[in-house]
């Protein structure tokens, strides 16, 4: 359920808030009233739905202010590789494994949580794995790129993510599939940029 419904009602949400994306920079602003949000939810208690939208509304805002300094494909195809490179290391052994292991406060604090109907459980992905879908989901729009199968392959690989990680019972890093996922819906567009044949602007 969460991997068929939850999920793509959040990366829908990405989606939908797209039209934003032309501010770039000053999505920062949006992002901080969002953030200041977040903590206010979690004071009072509402640390679950309420703060998980606004987190989600925050990481958005993030991405698509990153994605206004991408200028090129090289770029965007060099940080999909970096950051999968990253989480893998940071979930296998780094940062992400210790506040797994002993900082409950800190993840539930940095992560968005849904709740499987009809259970106590809760899955959790990092609020920067959100942050680096708008990421891409820009950069597919500033760059023409495929935006509709870059946002359908990036949301298949969260949910793919989702099911490993309960098979596996096991912290697994999202950001892998993510990278992925974009780079497979765009792959022939983005070697064609490459090797000097694009029929499409890189920039705006």
Known sequence: MLAAVSLPLATAVVRELLPLRPLGGQLLVGAVVAIVATALLIAIGLEETPATLTKLVAATFIGYALASLLQTTAEVVAIALLIAAVDIYSVAAGPTKVIVEQH???????????????????????SS????????????????????????????????????SYVFDAALPALPLLSLGFLAANGDLLLARFGGRAGSPERE
Request: proline share 2%.
């Open 104 to 126: 409950e406060q800190v993840l539930n604090a940095f992560t968005l949580a849904f709740h499987p109907i009809g259970s106590d459980g809760v899955a959790q992905i990092g």
């Open 129 to 164: 794995d959100f942050v680096f879908f708008a990421l891409f989901l820009a950069a597919a729009a500033r760059l023409h790129l495929r935006i509709a199968l870059t946002w359908s392959a990036m949301t298949l690989s969260f949910g793919l993510t989702l099911v490993l």
